[in-house]
């Protein structure tokens, strides 16, 4: 028994070390065990429920929004607030290039998301010549002017477009709409499954994505930048390339969260994308921990699962104050976000660890 | 020491106004190759402004600051923007410290090898090959630095809750993974304890002497300035009072009077 | 809101019975901006945050006056001034509970914690007054001049003054009383203030509760337009913020002017132009002049330091 808790441990550590050498594949991982809660609505499986299919499909995708975010508030110091208009213009993108242009599906979102490219790029531009609350006003600017255009401009429909069922790849055809189990023979209907794999691996991707940027030269070249930009230039960081670069990333991430969204609803609403939604992603960011990855995911289940699935059934409809109360919270008594509780707890496990040895040791001594 | 040698940097006649306020005055001094010079003043003479002027942090200055590359060329740093000056091969440390606390020593003496790095975001992105080799390279430099300075032990620590003494070598290890040929060091020994400061003069020395690296410093610890500079250049209100040896500069009527006020 | 203006009249000639209706609106939307402005500016340069909520305060106390108007039928005078004292007393709450723990937390991390602030306001709102919306009517609710065939009302003539007047007396006591040079040298260093023995702590405390009942007065002033809702003053304080970004945070009076221009740049282009792109215009062209002057019209830029 103790000899196979013995090889059990070599394993566990054989893991880790892997994990340490391909950090990715944590990501992978992690992207796996969404996949086989996904299909917790088909098998009954007690914890995921369809409420909770539903509530993690938000979270993947303000997860990918907000890992945008993360990047550039966590890392680069910098603040935007028109998140949930660079969401909209993923949504809604999406949803006039296929339904007025008739585009298949893929060339749909890439042009979106070049589009994005280029509006982060001008407000990178922006960036350059005006900061601190005149850039975060700046942003705000942005995203009041694209919510504008989605709800004035007649090609947006009015209320929403409505994109219908969704080809990808040219072969794979699949409509949201068909429930989870067919109402008159009761077999399981796995579209909204492969949707919901679909999100799952973008967000994987993402993930991935900006672990490879915090990890390298550019992720650095972020950090000293916002710990002080005259510092960061006299290493010969270029400041305008590295919030552009920003700018850039933390736009079409924002985007591929629209873009997400269009996928798995398969229309796009023209009047979701407001201010308050642009907050709560920064919630998301500034809760579940700035500079972390699974910190911005756990913020998304903090902010958006958490207060939906188990507040709203207790005390009625308590997510805003929730989520705010949250937000002050944190920031006054724990700024670096709730992800780092693990990290902290571990320490102080450490700590007290080494103070009970300490006493022994001393007692023993005592005793000698 | 006083051996004639070729330039390094050279201050011509520089001004530099804010507004109506002269902050550096008409000032010249030279700094030679592998000399370490102190340069002193009384607060607000302007020393940082120097500093700021020659990294081009202010770029509006009167005069002409030229540096002289390993082939003898002179530049005109004027021509230069802020960023190409690390590649130029002057790195400098700050007076406030201005390190990334969240992270690793290690990482943060990596960001001085920042414009080293070829690979771009998009490589980075998707860590291709390149990317992944040239950051191995870069952390062997760093390790080998950190190792100079004697705190490759602490490598993998965050930077928050390390002691002034260590901030203040790793400010000076980033500074040197730029590869430079003149550092400048803004108030190096300030906030040190004695011992640290008998430590950081033995590292001048080694820098200098193994890197072949010129040193021009701002320090307010005389004893410090005094011991370690081959030439001390003295300022006032952003005037140029002396420049010479420590033993005559401490002798100099005029510093005395300026510097030690006159009680001295 | 100019939107019904225009079918009025239908024909968008650029007659001075027109150009005096867009301006009468503006000046009435002008101030409640400026209003709004005005605190998040005093706001910023005593305690060095932007007060995103600033709105928001002011939508929690025209519920406290919508509650009581629709509730006990009170006179819209005496429901005015009792938001007035809830809101003294919210910006108080706010500043004792919230922003002075936060003394230390970076600056970005403050402006959160505002922005935390509305999302705590619009979710406490129903709990407290339910999720029906309120009513609240005009100061005056009769009487209306006609100039040039543009009707003028006396509710906006008193608006206006109202505004004028308390943004002068504010700015009189910025300037020449001893409570008003506490607030600016706090301002401009507020370490040293403190050490120097300025009461920093009761000038931040007074000048949220005097920005919290700015912001209520803006609301009541603009409540009658629509109705009391959790969301009815966002426009309201977005534009505040564009205001002070217009006229720049470093004065006082920059964000007052910036305010006006902004609501008659609006009210114009809506009228003139294009009501579908009259904002999209206007915002775009306000973020080209903060490209050109990054710190608005009356700012200046700061000497870098390192």
């Known amino acids: ?338 992800v780092f509780v693990v990290t902290d707890l571990k320490k102080l496990w450490g700590k007290l660890k080494k103070r009970l040895q300490g006493r022994k040791e001393t007692a023993h001594d005592e005793q000698s | 020491m006083n051996s004639p040698k070729k330039p390094i940097l050279e201050l011509n006649k520089v001004t530099m106004r804010f507004g109506g306020l002269v902050a550096v005055d008409n000032l010249s001094f030279t700094v030679h190759e592998k000399e370490i010079v102190g340069l002193i003043g009384p607060n607000g003479a302007g020393k940082t402004t120097v500093f700021n002027c020659a990294t081009q942090f202010y770029d509006d200055y009167e005069g002409d600051i030229r540096f002289y590359t390993e082939a003898g060329d002179s530049v005109d740093l004027r021509s230069k923007k802020v960023t190409e000056i690390a590649p130029l091969g002057i790195s400098r440390t700050f007076q406030n410290i201005e390190l990334v606390q969240d992270l690793s020593i290690l990482d943060n003496v990596l960001i001085g090898a920042h414009y080293k790095f070829e690979t771009g975001v998009f490589r980075h992105i998707f860590k291709t090959k390149k990317a992944r080799d040239e950051e191995q390279v870069w952390k062997a430099r760093a390790e080998e630095i950190l190792k100079f300075m004697n705190i490759a032990h602490l490598k993998h620590f965050y930077v928050a809750g390390q002691p002034y003494g260590i901030l203040k070598k790793i400010e000076i290890a980033r500074a040197m993974m730029m590869n430079p040929r003149l550092i400048i060091l803004d108030e190096p020994a300030a906030g040190l304890t004695d011992y640290e400061t008998d430590e950081l003069e033995k590292l001048v020395y080694r820098i200098r002497d193994e890197y072949n690296i010129s040193i021009l410093l701002i320090e307010h610890d005389m004893g410090f300035v005094m011991n370690i500079c081959d030439r001390v250049c003295a300022i006032n209100f952003g005037k140029y009072i002396a420049m010479d040896t420590p033993k005559n500069i401490q002798e100099h009527p005029e510093v005395k009077e300026a510097y030690l006020g006159s009680e001295a | 809101m100019s939107g019904a203006l225009r079918s009025f009249d239908g024909v968008k000639r650029m007659n001075i019975t027109n150009l005096l209706r867009v301006l009468f609106n503006s000046l009435n939307t002008g101030s409640v901006y400026a209003l709004a402005a005005l605190g998040i500016v005093l706001i910023f340069r005593t305690s060095r945050t932007t007060n995103f909520a600033q709105g928001s305060i002011g939508t929690l106390n025209a519920y406290v006056a919508g509650y009581l108007f629709m509730t006990f039928g009170w006179s819209i005078w005496v429901v005015a001034l009792a938001s007035m004292a809830t809101a003294f007393v919210t910006g108080i709450l706010i500043d004792v509970f919230v922003i002075r723990p936060a003394a230390k937390v970076n600056p970005i991390s403050k402006q959160i914690i505002t922005l935390g602030l509305i999302i705590v306001i619009v979710g406490a709102i129903p709990f407290i007054f339910g999720v029906d919306t309120y009513q609240l009517s005009r100061f005056f609710t009769t009487g209306a001049y006609t100039v040039a065939g543009a009707t003028l009302r006396h509710n906006t003539i008193f608006v206006v003054l109202l505004s004028l007047f308390l943004m002068s007396a504010i700015f009189w006591f910025i300037q020449y009383t001893k409570w008003g040079l506490a607030i600016r040298v706090t301002a401009s260093d507020e370490t040293t203030s403190r050490l120097m023995g300025v009461p920093t702590k009761t000038v931040t405390m007074l000048s949220w509760a005097t920005a919290a009942m700015l912001g209520t007065l803006a609301a009541l002033i603009i409540a009658p337009q629509g109705s009391v809702n959790p969301n009815f003053m966002v426009d309201v304080q977005v534009n505040a913020f564009f205001a002070g970004v217009l006229g720049g945070f470093q004065t006082f009076y920059g964000a007052v002017i910036g305010a006006y221009i902004i609501a008659f740049a609006r009210n114009f282009t809506n009228f003139y132009i294009s009501d579908i792109w009259a904002d999209v215009i206007v915002y775009s062209s306000i973020l080209v002049f903060l490209y050109l002057k990054p710190f608005g019209l009356f700012g200046k830029k700061p000497i870098r330091k390192v």
């Open chain 1, 1 to 338: 028994m103790k000899k196979c808790m013995e090889c059990m441990k070599t394993r566990w550590n054989r893991f880790v070390a892997l994990l340490k050498r391909h950090p990715p594949l944590q990501y992978v991982i992690f992207g796996g065990m969404l996949a086989i809660m996904g299909l917790g609505p088909y098998f009954g499986i007690i914890p995921v429920s369809t409420a909770m299919f539903g509530a993690l499909i938000t979270v993947m995708i303000w997860t990918v929004a907000a890992l945008g975010i993360n990047l550039l508030l966590g890392y680069g110091g910098l603040i935007s607030l028109a998140t949930a208009g660079f969401m909209g213009v993923g949504a809604l993108g999406v949803g006039i290039f296929m339904t007025e242009y008739g585009w298949p599906f893929e060339l749909a979102a890439l042009m979106t998301l070049l589009i994005s490219g280029a509006l982060g790029l001008l407000i990178g531009i922006f960036s350059l010549k005006v900061s601190g609350i005149y850039l975060a006003i700046g942003t705000l600017f942005v995203g009041e002017i694209l919510r504008r255009i989605f709800t004035n401009v007649p090609i947006f429909g009015g209320e929403r477009i409505n994109i219908g069922e969704i080809t990808f790849l040219g072969r794979f055809t699949i409509d949201r709409n068909l429930p989870f189990q067919d109402f008159a023979t009761g077999a399981s209907q796995y579209e909204r499954y492969w949707l919901y794999l679909i999100l799952t691996v973008l967000m994987v991707l993402t993930m991935i994505v900006v672990h490879n940027i915090v990890k390298s030269s550019t992720g650095r070249a972020f950090m000293a930048m916002s710990r002080s930009e005259n510092a960061a230039q006299s290493m010969g960081i270029s400041i305008i390339k590295y919030r552009l670069i920003a700018f850039i990333v933390a736009t079409m991430l924002a985007t591929l969260g629209g873009i997400m969204y269009a996928i798995y609803f398969q229309n796009a609403p023209t009047e979701a994308w407001t201010l308050i939604l642009s907050l709560m992603i920064i919630g998301a960011v500034v809760v579940g921990g700035l500079k972390s990855i699974f910190g911005t995911f756990l913020g998304a289940v903090i902010i958006h699962l958490v207060p939906n699935l188990y507040l709203r059934p207790l005390f009625g409809d308590v997510r805003s104050l929730f989520t705010g109360v949250l937000i002050i919270v944190v920031i006054l008594f724990y700024p670096r976000g709730v």
